[in-house]
Every structure is written in structure tokens, then in C-alpha cells.
């Protein structure tokens, strides 16, 4: 009897023991960390932004918000001061009167203001009303007068469709049935512009596969009396299906989604419609794959990529891209005749890019040049070309730093203004405002403060508006002439009372890479209160690309999705920029070309390793999460490198890129003849699992569609491995109203399996109660 009583009593003491280091999280636990989500922190920030109001002579008004109140500010550049836009007591009080309602000076419901071109308070509109402001008695009287309309680029038809307006408003072009249709706005008479267009062979039809819409995709000449557009062959290309979960028969959703490797995938010819005699030019080439080159699509500039117009329409340049994105074709057609006449032509050995978030050629027939973007140095940069013979003339800028967007090209001056990244010394993520000369002559930097910078023009593009701020730095607004000279400082974002509630900016590091000797970048969150004698499990938020990379934006964020408020339930989390990424050289961007499965994985694994040498880091508890490309890259940490990573949850993944859309892998990997799509597929490893995996999918996810997750959940079945499954009955990509869902499952699932501890039972939160 002693002995067995001695048992029992050593069993329950074992018990015990296990027990009390078990944390049992409580709902105030996570509440405590969602104080650190946007919906919390934001309201805690004091002038954050700044939404500029344009008046004439570049002056604008705009308004601020701080623990005060509201505030509007009117700027005068050419005398260089700020002031109150009106005596906000005064408004209040005179508003009240008029209004027969009470309104506070700092709290005033303004959503425009009016003046005169000499700086007299003319009108404001509060409330929905528009009231006229006698500037000197401060007298309001309602305004029953027909504001003037605001000028829009679309507009929607009755059936729902977008129209996509004229550049002098008049016109408008919607798709009907397939074929183009052109409305007058003012009359709004009808008139059908093509006839032949059916069911996939339509006209401007937007399907990239991944996105679609019935919305027209046309380039408007700026005449307005011509569009360019295309007629969209899909007859023989493959469908996707998807099927809703509901009572009763499920509704079948099909639609044209070309894979990898499919012989046959979308083309387009290439048209030119004259609105006004509504006659249709072939151009006189085959038709083109739809390609682009700034993304897998032919829209995502906004309009129809890859097309600019000379001013009279007589004119249209226009390029043509490989399916293997590695040829470019410059080619000028005749907007009357549709003979196209060739240029140049790039090839390169990956894929062709032509710029960072904008395209970035241009045509310039009054000198009869070509602005073009290459990669050619290895860097992202600016060539001038000869429009008549082909020929390169100069380059424009160079060196070891990336072009990313040019916003003005001023031909008479012969004077580029653009973005770019890595010039500067520091972190080379960091993009600039610079000027240069179309010789490649007087470099200009415009914004010179260190950050990362975002710009706005004012409408006579004399002077910019210019919010720059860090990871850990908050914004600075300035306002600048594009000499380069400062006018004034306009704002600087107070995060004090932010602060004053623990909260703390991520760390910004930098690290080596797998290969020892490449700079990487990446932010770390560490909990606001930490144990000095305590290591801390580790979660790696993973986006590998290649179109971009974990951080995503490096400007100032109070809250960078629920990073923070992971750190906050006892963990540190990293975002690490890997190799194979932009806005760096060709080489580095390149690094993973032909081989997407590795994921960045080698460069994140190396810097974690580094990062405990900075930051108590347990590297035997590493748990990994994304979404999308980033929950690829989760499930193939978890198969390929599993003595390492030991929690992931993968969320939304295109584990195969055999199912994904064509226009990405192809792109991104090359060719399926050219490059191994099975060996990067990560039901390939399913017998290596041996942490804990969760893998979530929108059941009706169009963008990536979840048999990519389907068939890693086949392949663990058959390896005999226990993993964990969440599908969101029709929900797409983004999981929708179920984000605050899988955040939560996601908090639960690294308390319960990383922490070993044990979390609050079905914790609701905030984004679910509102």
C-alpha cells in the first residue's frame, strides 16, 4: 500500500507541476493584446495624415484631428504661412444660429470650404448643406445654388457595369452583351460600337483569370474621339469551377482560369474604335498573349497597360509581351490604317519589368523619342531611344539604385521627375522624390530627409506636398517647390498619447543572408513589458513574393496587421525581407527565378538564427504564418525544413503553381518545359511533416482556388500525418467578415502549441462585434 501510495502521490505531484506552468490565458488577456490593433491605436494618433484641398494659386486647406478636436488649416505658398482657414468660434456660433443646432468650434461637421481667388471665405458645406459665409460678419445663409460637378474618369451604367469616361467627359464606353457600347452623357443617346463580340471573344472583357469584372478595359486617345482596345479570345481556354455551400442545390461558379503549361491560354486583338463613325481597325499583327509588364494582368495600371497615346490620336505606341514575359516588343500603330510599324525589342533572361507600382515608358512623338525603363545594369533605370530608327540615344539615370515610378515627364524643359529606392544611404527600401535632365545631367534630389517618402502634387505641379516617416519614426508633412526648397513645414504626427499607453515602434534590422554576405531588412515586435530571464518563442510573418516581400510598406504604421498584438501573448515576431524580392537589383530580385519554392525559407531561417543574438530568441520554438503566397511558403517551412519550424499556419495558400493562374508562375518561374513545378510543390513533402500545421481556404476563393490546399490535405492524409484544417464556406481570397475569426484561431493556435499554454475559449473579437 506505501508503495502505491508513494506512486500516486509522485504521479499527482507531476500533475501538479505541469498544471502550474501552464498559463490559462483569459479574455482580458486578449483583449489586452487587440488594444494593439489599428481599430484601437489610430484613435490615439494626432495629426496623422493630411488630405490637401486645392484652391487656386496652389493654395489648399485641410484639416487636422487631434485630442482637441478638429482643426482646418489654409496654406499660402507664395507667402509662405499656414493660418486657421476662419475663426472656428466664430463659424460655430453662426452655424449654430443658422442651423437651429448646436455645434462645438472643434468639432464642426465641414466637409468642403469655398473661397474666392483672393483668399475670401465664400461658402462652406456641413452637414450635407452647402451655406454661404458673409467672410466679414461671419453671417451663414443656406446656399440653395447647383454646386458645380465634380469631373470623374467612371461612372456606373444601369446595369452596373462601370463606364469608363472620355478625357473631356462627353463620352462614355461600357460592355453590353460582348460588344462596346458608347453613351453621351448629356443626351445619354446609345450607340453599339462592335457587333461580332461573343461569349469569351468579347470586347475589353476583363478576366486575368485570378480577378475579372464586367468592366470594360479601353485607353481612351486624348482627343476623345478614339479608344484602344481589344477582342479577348478565351473559347478554348480552361474553366475553374467553384461551388457555393448553401440549402439546397449549390449555384456552380465557372469561369475562364488558364493554368501553367495549357496550350491554349487568352489572347487578345489589338483594335482601335473611332467613336464617332464607330469604325474598328484591326492592327495588322497577331494576336498578343495577355501579358503585361507591370503585373499578371492588362489593367492593373487602372486603364489599359502598355498603351500611350499621341495627343491627336493619329498614333498609338503601344508594347507586346511574351508569355514568358522575357521579350519586349516597342511597336507604333496607325491609328487610321491599323499598320503597325516595330521599333526595338527587349529580351532579357527572367522576365521584364517595367518599373515599381507604375509603368514606366513613355512615348514622345513632338521630339519623337522613346522614354523607356530597363533592368539591363542590373538596376532599374532610364533610357532615351530614337522613335524613328530604334536606337538607344542615352541613358538617363544610373548607378546602383532603382527607378520605381515616374510621375511628370515636362518635354519642353527636357526634365524627368521620379521615385526611386537605395540612392540614399540607410535602409534601401527608402524611396525619394529626384529630378534629372533627359541628357542624364543635373541629378536633383527633392525630398532629401531620410524616410521613406510619399508625394503629392499640387495642380500646377510647381509644388508637392511631402509626407516622410519610418517604420519607428512617425510622419513629417512638408511642403515643398519643386526647386527643391522647403516652403514650410506643414505638420509632424504626434504619437504621445499612443505612447502613453505602452505602445512601442517594431525594431528595424538588417541581417545577412543565406549566402553570407547580402543585406536583408526586416522589423521585429517584442512584447511591450518583457521578462529579462525569459526567451521568447518566435513567429515569422512570411510574404515571399517575388512581387513583394513581408514588410510590405516601410513608411509608419501604429499597427502592422495583428503583429503587435501576437508580441503582446508572449512572443517575438519578425518580418524579414528575403532575397528574390524588389526594389533592389535585377540580381537580387531574380535570386529565386525559376525555383518559387524555396520561399525566401534559407534567408529567414539565417536571420533568426542572427536575430537571437540581438534579441532573447528561442530558436527551439519557431512558429511561422502567412497568407497566400505566404501561406505557400508556411506549408513548405513546415515540409522542408521541419526540425526548425515546429507551428504553421498556412492560410489561403497556392501550394502547387500548376493550379494557380498561368500569368504568375510563368512569369515568376518560367515556362512548366522550363522549370520543375512539381519538385516546388509542397504536397510533394507531405511525409516530412512533424510540427503542427493549420491550413485554412476560402471555399470560394477565385483567386487562388482551393484545390492548391485540397491537395496538400490529400497528400498528409495519405502520409498519415495529423494536421488541422479551417475552410470558410463562401468566402473568397481574403476570408472577408471571417478575418476576425482566423485571427483569433490563429492566436489560439500559437498560445496553444507554441507557448504550450492554454487560450481563452472562443474569444470574440472586436471586428466580429461591430
Given at each position: 500500500m506505501k508503495k502505491y501510495l508513494l506512486l500516486a502521490t509522485g504521479f499527482a505531484f507531476t500533475l501538479n507541476a505541469i498544471a502550474q506552468k501552464e498559463k490559462i490565458f483569459t479574455d482580458k488577456d486578449y483583449e489586452r493584446a487587440e488594444k494593439f490593433m489599428s481599430y484601437y491605436t489610430e484613435s490615439y494618433i494626432d495629426n496623422g495624415s493630411l488630405k490637401p484641398n486645392w484652391l487656386a494659386a496652389d493654395r489648399f486647406w485641410y484639416q487636422t484631428t487631434s485630442v482637441q478636436g478638429m482643426e482646418f488649416i489654409l496654406v499660402n505658398p507664395v507667402k509662405k504661412i499656414k493660418t486657421a482657414a476662419f475663426d472656428h468660434q466664430k463659424m460655430a456660433v453662426a452655424l449654430s444660429a443658422a442651423a437651429g443646432k448646436t455645434y462645438q468650434a472643434n468639432k464642426l461637421p465641414i466637409t468642403a470650404i469655398n473661397y474666392t481667388d483672393d483668399g475670401k471665405l465664400l461658402a462652406i458645406t456641413a452637414d450635407d448643406k452647402r451655406w454661404k459665409v458673409d467672410f466679414k460678419s461671419y453671417k451663414v445663409t443656406i446656399d440653395d445654388s447647383t454646386p458645380t460637378p465634380v469631373k470623374a474618369i467612371a461612372t456606373r451604367s444601369r446595369g452596373g457595369n462601370l463606364e469608363i469616361l472620355s478625357p473631356d467627359g462627353k463620352k462614355a464606353v461600357y460592355i453590353k452583351d460582348y460588344n462596346l457600347w458608347l453613351r453621351d452623357i448629356v443626351s445619354n443617346e446609345k450607340k453599339q460600337l462592335t457587333t461580332d463580340g461573343i461569349k469569351d471573344y468579347g470586347y475589353a472583357t476583363d478576366n486575368a483569370g485570378w480577378k475579372s469584372s464586367n468592366n470594360a478595359i479601353v485607353r481612351w486617345s486624348p482627343d476623345s474621339k478614339k479608344i484602344a482596345t481589344f477582342q479577348q479570345d478565351q473559347r478554348m481556354v480552361s474553366d475553374m469551377y467553384l461551388v457555393s455551400t448553401n440549402v439546397g442545390a449549390p449555384v456552380l461558379s465557372a469561369w475562364k482560369y488558364p493554368l501553367p503549361g495549357d496550350k491554349a491560354i487568352p489572347t487578345i486583338r489589338r483594335v482601335i474604335i473611332d467613336v464617332e463613325t464607330s469604325s474598328v481597325v484591326s492592327l495588322q499583327i497577331p494576336p498578343d498573349p495577355h501579358r503585361a509588364t507591370l503585373s499578371d494582368d492588362i489593367a492593373s495600371s487602372g486603364t489599359f497597360d502598355d498603351i500611350d497615346w499621341k495627343a491627336d490620336g493619329t498614333e498609338m505606341a503601344f508594347l507586346s509581351t511574351s508569355r514568358d514575359h522575357k521579350q519586349e516588343k516597342f511597336r507604333i500603330a496607325n491609328a487610321t490604317t491599323g499598320a503597325v510599324r516595330e521599333v526595338f525589342e527587349e529580351v532579357v533572361k527572367t522576365q521584364f519589368e517595367s518599373g515599381r507600382g507604375a509603368i514606366n515608358w513613355r512615348y514622345l512623338p513632338k521630339s519623337n523619342e522613346i522614354l523607356w525603363y530597363s533592368e539591363r545594369d542590373n538596376w532599374g533605370h532610364l533610357y532615351l531611344?530614337?522613335?524613328?530608327?530604334?536606337?538607344?540615344?542615352?541613358?538617363?539615370?544610373?548607378?546602383?539604385?532603382?527607378?520605381?515610378?515616374?510621375?511628370?515627364?515636362?518635354?519642353?524643359?527636357?526634365?524627368?521627375?521620379?521615385?526611386?529606392?537605395?540612392?540614399?544611404?540607410?535602409?534601401?527600401?527608402?524611396?525619394?522624390?529626384?529630378?534629372?535632365?533627359?541628357?542624364?545631367?543635373?541629378?536633383?534630389?527633392?525630398?532629401?530627409?531620410?524616410?521613406?517618402?510619399?508625394?503629392?502634387?499640387?495642380?500646377?505641379?510647381?509644388?508637392?506636398?511631402?509626407?516622410?516617416?519610418?517604420?519607428?519614426?512617425?510622419?513629417?508633412?512638408?511642403?515643398?517647390?519643386?526647386?527643391?526648397?522647403?516652403?514650410?513645414?506643414?505638420?509632424?504626427?504626434?504619437?504621445?498619447?499612443?505612447?502613453a499607453t505602452g505602445w512601442k515602434a517594431p525594431a528595424v534590422v538588417s541581417v545577412k543572408a543565406n549566402d553570407g554576405k547580402t543585406d536583408i531588412f526586416g522589423l521585429v515586435f517584442t512584447p511591450t513589458t518583457m521578462d529579462p530571464q525569459k526567451k521568447y518563442p518566435v513567429i515569422d510573418y512570411i510574404y515571399p513574393g517575388p512581387q513583394g516581400g513581408s514588410v510590405g510598406n516601410w513608411s509608419f504604421s501604429?499597427?502592422?496587421?495583428?503583429?503587435?498584438?501576437?508580441?503582446?501573448?508572449?512572443?517575438?515576431?519578425?518580418?524579414?525581407?528575403?532575397?528574390?524580392?524588389?526594389?533592389?537589383?535585377?540580381?537580387?530580385?531574380?535570386?529565386?527565378?525559376?525555383?518559387?519554392?524555396?520561399?525566401?525559407?534559407?534567408?529567414?531561417?539565417?536571420?533568426?538564427?542572427?536575430?537571437?543574438?540581438?534579441?532573447?530568441?528561442?530558436?527551439?520554438?519557431?512558429?511561422?504564418?502567412?497568407?497566400?503566397?505566404?501561406?505557400?511558403?508556411?506549408?513548405?517551412?513546415?515540409?522542408?525544413?521541419?526540425?526548425?519550424?515546429?507551428?504553421?499556419?498556412?492560410?489561403?495558400?497556392?501550394?502547387?503553381?500548376?493550379?494557380?493562374?498561368?500569368?504568375?508562375?510563368?512569369?515568376?518561374?518560367?515556362?512548366?518545359?522550363?522549370?520543375?513545378?512539381?519538385?516546388?510543390?509542397?504536397?510533394?513533402?507531405?511525409?516530412?511533416?512533424?510540427?503542427?500545421?493549420?491550413?485554412?481556404?476560402?471555399?470560394?476563393?477565385?483567386?487562388?482556388?482551393?484545390?492548391?490546399?485540397?491537395?496538400?490535405?490529400?497528400?498528409l492524409i495519405k502520409a498519415n500525418k495529423t494536421f488541422d484544417l479551417l475552410l470558410f464556406p463562401n468566402s473568397a481570397h481574403g476570408f472577408g467578415a471571417f478575418g476576425p475569426y482566423m485571427m483569433r484561431r490563429r492566436w489560439d493556435y500559437f498560445v496553444t502549441n507554441l507557448l504550450n499554454d492554454r487560450p481563452p475559449k472562443d474569444y470574440q473579437m472586436r471586428g466580429a462585434r461591430n
Open positions: 531611344y530614337d522613335a524613328t530608327t530604334g536606337k538607344l540615344k542615352n541613358q538617363i539615370t544610373k548607378g546602383e539604385w532603382v527607378v520605381t515610378r515616374l510621375l511628370k515627364v515636362d518635354e519642353k524643359n527636357r526634365q524627368l521627375v521620379f521615385m526611386a529606392c537605395g540612392r540614399e544611404k540607410g535602409n534601401p527600401y527608402f524611396t525619394h522624390l529626384y529630378k534629372i535632365g533627359f541628357d542624364g545631367k543635373n541629378l536633383v534630389s527633392l525630398s532629401p530627409e531620410d524616410g521613406n517618402h510619399q508625394i503629392s502634387f499640387s495642380p500646377s505641379e510647381n509644388y508637392f506636398i511631402d509626407t516622410y516617416s519610418k517604420p519607428d519614426v512617425p510622419p513629417v508633412i512638408t511642403y515643398r517647390s519643386m526647386t527643391g526648397k522647403l516652403v514650410m513645414e506643414l505638420e509632424k504626427t504626434d504619437v504621445s498619447r499612443l505612447q501604429a499597427s502592422r496587421g495583428d503583429h503587435q498584438a501576437l508580441a503582446e501573448l508572449g512572443f517575438i515576431v519578425v518580418l524579414i525581407e528575403g532575397t528574390s524580392n524588389p526594389f533592389r537589383s535585377k540580381s537580387y530580385h531574380d535570386m529565386n527565378y525559376g525555383n518559387m519554392g524555396e520561399n525566401t525559407l534559407p534567408d529567414q531561417i539565417t536571420a533568426i538564427r542572427q536575430l537571437s543574438q540581438q534579441f532573447p530568441i528561442d530558436t527551439n520554438k519557431v512558429g511561422i504564418w502567412g497568407h497566400s503566397g505566404g501561406g505557400f511558403a508556411t506549408a513548405a517551412a513546415m515540409l522542408r525544413y521541419p526540425d526548425f519550424f515546429k507551428v504553421g499556419i498556412a492560410e489561403s495558400g497556392n501550394h502547387d503553381n500548376r493550379n494557380y493562374e498561368d500569368d504568375w508562375g510563368e512569369r515568376y518561374n518560367g515556362l512548366v518545359e522550363n522549370s520543375n513545378y512539381e519538385a516546388q510543390a509542397n504536397q510533394t513533402y507531405a511525409k516530412n511533416l512533424k510540427g503542427k500545421l493549420l491550413l485554412a481556404h476560402g471555399m470560394m476563393d477565385n483567386n487562388v482556388p482551393p484545390s492548391n490546399t485540397m491537395l496538400v490535405v490529400d497528400a
